[in-house]
């Protein structure tokens, strides 16, 4: 059991914050419930952290011992935000499958695994999952093989103490002649009891023209099996 008597600053605290997450962590903080001679903590979904978190509050009176209250945030939800995917790992965190489609116009995907999690499959610039119900470690289709010219370096990889997400760029001429749905995801770095995985399904369409090109094509046989092609010329 803890003594709150040594749970006091600076070695014996640790921020708020740092057991949360995104914009805004920073801003929440206890309030004084001044009727009920208490203080109130509300923690907006967004900053809920990617896995569950534990701490201890507590309160003292001189001479008279003191309460301990152990608190669990509960970890929030895996969400996709126009093209970027943020990844959460609680029991109740994945009941959907994040899907982002990317096109020529809109090229890009970030997969935010947080320090809490591991990208899946291992080598995710080189591979991918056949769809979002086969994400594992060791997937083996290769982007090489879907996409022409591919190159690794499409990946734009940040993975720090205080990061670890992946953004994904095709050029706008290296999109496939078929569109293609994939499989990729993050997963718990230490994984508990009832962790569950982040799974997304990504789209790439196909290279617009390409279709262009057999548009083009088909009309030019068309005419000429009709005769009207030397007509034109």
């Known amino acids: 059991m803890t003594d709150p008597t040594t749970c006091v600053s600076p070695l014996g605290t640790i921020p708020l914050a740092g057991l949360l997450k995104g914009d805004g ?10 009727v009920n001679h208490a203080v109130v903590l509300t923690v907006p979904p967004k900053n809920l952290p990617p896995v569950d978190k534990k701490f201890i509050v507590g309160c003292t009176e001189v001479a008279q011992g003191y309460c301990l209250l152990h608190i669990t945030l509960s970890a929030g939800t895996s969400s996709t935000d ?6 959460a790992y609680g029991s109740a965190s994945n009941e959907q499958v994040q899907k982002v489609t990317i096109t020529p116009k809109n090229p890009t995907f970030t997969l935010n695994c947080s320090t809490d ?41 940040s993975q720090t103490q205080t990061s670890n997400q992946a ?9 496939p002649e078929a569109e293609t749905k994939l499989g990729l995801g993050c997963k718990a770095t230490t994984p508990l009891s009832n ?4 799974k997304v399904e990504l789209t790439i369409t196909r290279n617009n023209s390409s279709s262009v090109w057999r548009l083009s094509l088909s009309v030019t046989a068309f005419l000429a099996l009709t005769g009207a092609l030397p007509f034109l010329m």
């Open 195 to 198: 962790s569950t995985t982040c």
């Open 117 to 157: 999690g591991t990208m899946q499959p291992t080598s995710f610039t080189t591979n991918y999952c056949a769809d979002a119900d086969t994400v594992q470690d060791d997937c083996t289709q290769k982007y090489a093989s879907l996409l022409d010219g591919y190159s690794k370096t499409w990946w734009h990889v």
């Open 167 to 175: 953004t994904l760029t095709i050029p706008a001429d290296k999109f």
């Open 82 to 87: 126009n093209q970027s995917v943020s990844c």
């Open 25 to 34: 962590a920073s801003d929440v903080h206890w309030k004084p419930d001044f």
